[in-house]
């Protein structure tokens, strides 16, 4: 059990103790580990904050469990891991709170280090194999390169003292089997565990087991350059290209100094069964890899990777050119085919070295075991991304305590690129900012700030802005940069850059080439920002019509600043400005300022205008520009109106009017159209699409007084609408006719058209079978079809039966004569009352319209029938 006391007494006890790290870390680096040390025990503290001494933390069980397995999972791999500084006051700190937790039969290494299976050899019990009366030596164990099992370092060392055979599989027959799984990054560790004293003991052992097997022959040469090979990429990274250059390196600088020192023509033995001899260097592999390499093509491809094999340049170019896939387990598989297809290569000796005298593994076993007992941090780990594990770490922990992860976070932010670390972490990021926020001005690099300027406040993008205009400026020095920053700013950090920005450019502009230039290198805000800040220069910058023009063709884009342009050149406008070039004038503006161009010239054209005849030369001259000779035509309602008076006058006005104001014109001078001839040439000028509004203006009746004349003008219009219209102004009073005359007229034309339509779809058994049901209901049992009745509309009904039953009449035929008995009873029925009220009536329109509804099912559906309904009523 632990209690809170305890925990307090082993926080004082560490937290006091100095935390000595190798010399060879780099500053930020060591600041970052010191700073988890201080985390982890500032975890444990707030832990207990406030609470009884002797109140136990066994509640408290699972929180720290997963702290560790946090901790242990980020920082693994990295040179804070326990079994790389397994001395460090922090680590010892966790490992006394691990075995106060652990239960009897619990492995505390397994709380340390979750994931953890057991030795890298065989074994029992992890709690009984590691812990001496509830200890656990962490100063004892490395992990494995995969993190998964612990290595006994002593033990090892001991170990092969007595057997190298036992410890290293180098040379040994596949049938003997080492003690110990060791890859060879494995070994590089347990070199590097101790400082000098294990680096000594292991390069003498490595001798010792390969002189027992070294028979001074190349081929035992390119063996061990195979081995390492192969435990260096399988063992390592397990990864197809270079897993480990540090365990490489070495294997590879030795081989490569032995090769330099043979012979260019040294080859196998006389008596090995090849066709003739072959230089070692040039032999090849059959129905292995590429025919073509030889044994020297696979050295090149390893050669040529290390910084201290140089190569010819002869040598360089042919290892170009052969390209071998730097895949030290393919490679190494290359060289074992070699040695397996070339046995004899074991027979070529290189030039004897006197065997070395290594010294007794004894006394360097002695240093082994003592330096153990107070190793220093090593430096095999991977401390890439250690700020980002560190963050990770307290963005994980702080789900159990409300910790200040800020005041950690913060003194690592030295660049606005170092927030991209908390970008995933938006409330932690706004925390480190405010926390920052003093320093703004301090941090060396803007570079990429652009991901994340989001991020700050509107508050803090203005100070960024104020802080780093410079260092902002010069990073977004081009359009495309500048836009992927001046978008994800907030205002009025946005508007304040833009107009910093454009105050420095304008500067350096003194003419209206300068500043074309400058907008194809700016965004069209910003250059719209430059222009502003220009007012000065305007003198200089709109001194003529070309000028205006370009510039205000560069303000498109945004067009804020070009109702300034105009206000300024508003003066010179009459003079630059005629028929021929004011489109080009005016199609780069906004639609707002087109229009107070067009005012403007309107304005300066009346003013200057005292006679019809001078304003007929304007007009005339600006008829293709509708808005110009829009104004001026209000100018001449106002002034010369009294000048048409007469149809000859109105036509030529007419003709010199643009189409969109011809209508205009016509409304103002309808009281002059008095003749069916000046009717014609009016509507011979105007466009089609003003013929609906000018009919309904126009007085027909002071022209057309029979229907003759009125058959006249209809004709004039293919469109049953448009006559409509104009049908609309008369009846048979009016043109001193019948209504059968003026029906004919009016009507038949349309509803033909119509009736030929709808006689398509129409069913006359169904309008039959209506009206014998109404004939039935009217005559009681005693129908027949074959005499008359004295009830006149069952008469009506019977004579439609019979029509609507003869098939030599065609459908458009008794179509017609339901439309007619319609209309007998319609009129019957208007001088007395309402049609709808004879029961016949409603039966025929309700056949009617049903073959309306029918074609207005098959139609498009853009199509409107719903005028059609009109005929039946």
Not at 520 to 525: W, Y
Not at 759 to 782: C, E, I, N, R, W
Not at 809 to 820: P, T, V
Request: net charge negative; hydrophobic share 40%; aromatic share 10%.
């Amino acid at each position: 059990m632990l209690t809170v006391k305890q925990l307090k007494e082993l926080l004082t006890v560490y937290q006091n103790q100095e935390a000595i790290f190798s010399p060879g870390l780099d500053a930020k680096t060591l600041k970052i580990m010191q700073q988890e040390s201080g985390f982890t025990f500032s975890f444990f503290t707030q832990l207990i904050q406030g609470r009884d001494e002797d109140s136990s933390l066994d509640k408290d069980a699972k929180i720290i469990r997963n702290y560790f397995k946090t901790r242990w999972g980020l920082l693994k791999k990295s040179n804070l891991a326990y079994t790389r500084h397994p001395f460090l006051p922090a680590n010892q700190f966790c490992l006394k709170i691990a075995e106060a937790i652990a239960g009897p039969k619990e492995a505390i290494c397994r709380i340390l280090m979750p994931g953890l299976v057991g030795f890298n050899r065989e074994s029992a019990d992890l709690k009984l194999e590691t812990e001496q009366e509830g200890h656990f030596e962490l100063e004892n164990y490395i992990t494995n390169q995969a993190y998964t099992k612990l290595i006994p370092i002593a033990e090892i060392f001991q170990t092969a003292k007595v057997n190298s055979d036992l410890v290293i599989a180098d040379f040994q027959p596949p049938a003997n089997q080492v003690v110990y799984q060791l890859g060879g990054r494995d070994m590089l560790n347990l070199e590097q565990v101790a400082g000098k004293a294990s680096e000594i003991f292991i390069q003498v052992l490595k001798k010792q087991h390969r002189q027992k097997y070294d028979n001074n022959s190349i081929g035992f040469a390119l063996h061990q350059l195979a081995l390492e090979l192969r435990k260096a990429s399988v063992a390592d990274s397990g990864s197809e290209e270079w897993a480990d250059n540090e365990v490489l390196a070495g294997a590879i600088k030795t081989f490569y100094e032995l090769w330099r020192l043979l012979s260019q023509d040294l080859s196998l033995p006389e008596n090995t069964d090849l066709d003739h001899k072959t230089p070692i260097r040039q032999l090849n592999l059959k129905s292995f890899g590429r025919a073509h390499l030889t044994l020297e093509s696979y050295l090149l491809a390893l050669f040529v990777r290390h910084k201290d094999c140089v190569l010819t340049d002869e040598e360089f170019i042919r290892q170009q050119q052969e390209d071998i896939f730097p895949c030290a387990h393919q490679i190494s598989n290359c060289l074992f085919e070699f040695l397996n297809q070339y046995p004899d290569l074991y027979k070529v000796p290189i030039n004897a070295q006197p065997k070395e005298v290594l010294p007794s593994l004894n006394p360097l076993l002695d240093e082994v075991l003592e330096a153990l007992t107070h190793r220093p941090q090593m430096l095999d780990g991977d401390d890439q991304g250690l700020l980002d594990q560190l963050i990770e770490l307290i963005r994980k922990s702080s789900e159990y305590h409300d910790i200040e992860a800020a005041t950690f976070i913060e003194p690592f932010i030295q660049s606005f690129q170092d927030f991209i670390l908390l970008a995933d972490h938006p409330k932690l990021f706004k925390e480190v900012a405010a926390c920052v926020q003093p320093r703004f001005a301090d941090l060396n690099t803007v570079a990429t700030i652009h991901r994340l300027i989001h991020l700050f406040t509107k508050e803090q993008q203005q100070l960024i802005v104020d802080a780093q205009f410079k260092a902002l400026i010069q990073e977004y020095n081009t359009k495309d940069k500048y836009q992927r920053l001046i978008v994800k700013l907030e205002e009025p950090a946005k508007s304040s850059l833009r107009k910093k920005y454009a105050e420095q450019l304008a500067a350096s502009i003194t003419s209206c080439q300068d500043f074309l230039q400058l907008g194809e290198t700016v965004s069209a805000d910003l250059l719209d920002e430059v222009f502003a800040s220009l007012e000065d220069k305007y003198p200089v910058l709109l001194n003529s019509y070309d000028n205006t023009c370009q510039i205000l063709q560069a303000l498109f884009h945004y067009g804020n600043q070009q109702k300034k342009v105009l206000a300024f050149v508003k003066p010179n406008l009459y003079q630059w400005l005629n028929p021929d070039n004011y489109t080009s004038f005016h199609e780069f503006l906004l639609s707002y300022d087109t229009a107070v161009v067009h005012r403007i010239m309107a304005d300066e054209l009346s003013s200057r205008i005292t006679s019809f005849k001078e304003w007929t030369t304007h007009y005339v001259a600006w008829s293709n520009h509708d808005a110009i000779q829009s104004a001026l035509l209000e100018q001449f309602f106002l002034q010369f109106k009294d000048e048409i008076k007469d149809g000859d006058a109105l036509i030529s006005l007419l003709q010199k009017t643009g189409n969109n104001s011809k209508l205009k014109v016509l409304q103002r001078f309808l009281s002059l159209i008095h003749s069916k001839d000046l009717f014609k040439q009016c509507l011979a000028l105007m466009p089609s699409n003003t013929h609906e509004r000018l009919l309904s203006k126009v007085p027909f009746d002071s022209f057309v007084s029979t229907i003759s004349e009125l058959q006249e003008i209809a004709d004039l219009f293919e469109s049953d609408k448009l006559r409509q219209i104009i049908f609309a102004q008369f009846n048979p009073e009016k043109l001193d006719c019948t209504k059968e005359e003026f029906a004919s007229l009016t009507q038949l034309k349309f509803e033909l058209k119509m009736l030929e339509e709808f006689s398509q779809g129409f069913d006359p058994q169904k309008a039959v079978t209506h009206l014998k049901h109404y004939v039935a209901s009217m005559s009681g049992y005693g129908y027949s079809m074959f005499r008359a009745h004295p009830n006149k509309k069952v008469g009506m009904a019977t004579h439609l039966i019979n029509q609507l039953q003869n098939d030599s009449l065609s459908n458009l035929e008794k179509l017609i004569a339901l439309r007619e008995a319609q209309q007998k009873i319609a009129d019957e029925y208007n001088r007395w009352g309402t049609a709808s009220n004879s029961q016949l009536y409603s039966i025929i329109s309700d056949s009617l319209n049903k073959v309306v509804e029918s074609e207005e099912n098959s139609s498009d559906p853009g199509q409107s029938l719903g005028r059609f309904h009109l005929l039946w009523q």
